[in-house]
């Protein structure tokens, strides 16, 4: 049996990062806003270097976790300089006979907190998503959406996500990435989640 991992660099800025687990390289040269495909792991033990691309002297980032046969995972790199962390966010297994689509919030931007709304007729609001916060899965009816993202308690849009499908069965995350200081470096994945 197997575990599924991928990898998400949220780290704002030119840098590439190559991404090590038990000393095997996972995926080189990822650049900012890179997601892979999943890659299949053995369970077990994960010893997670994170390394300056074709420096592999001394990590920038290390984590250490189990993980559990036939899970999925996306595997987190982000932050600047001392604020860079490196974490992990287990991906949903969504049971097929669900008539529903599920969405999640993850917080990747250098930002005060955010809402998330819909506006294209689903009813979901999602209010007050921390830095490096993920939130549970939502149930939304399949279609096609926009969801405008707001600073908190404010009406202050800090981006929008126009015209993402959702289909039946099938579980999703949308990122948001990037520096308020620096808008160049704002930007957002939508991702289909343990496939």
Known sequence: MSCNVRILNACPGPRCLDIYTNDLLLKDNC?????????????????????????????????????????????????????????????????????????????????????????????????????????????VTPGTYTVKVFISGTKQLLMEVPNFTLRRGRSYTLYILGLMSDWNMMGHIVCSDGE
């Open 31 to 139: 650049s900012y806003k890179y997601l892979s495909d999943y890659t299949y792991v053995d369970p077990g033990d994960h010893n997670i270097k994170v390394y300056k691309s074709g420096n592999k002297h001394y990590p920038i980032l290390k984590a250490y976790t189990n993980l559990v046969d036939t899970s999925c995972h996306t595997i987190i790199a982000s932050g600047q300089n001392s604020d860079m962390s490196l974490f992990l966010v287990p991906d949903a297994h969504v049971p097929v006979a669900t008539g529903k689509a599920f969405l999640r919030f993850v917080n990747l931007a250098d930002s005060p907190d955010l809402d998330f709304t819909f506006t294209d007729g689903a009813f979901i609001m999602v209010n007050d998503i921390e830095y490096k916060e993920a939130t549970q899965y939502y149930p």
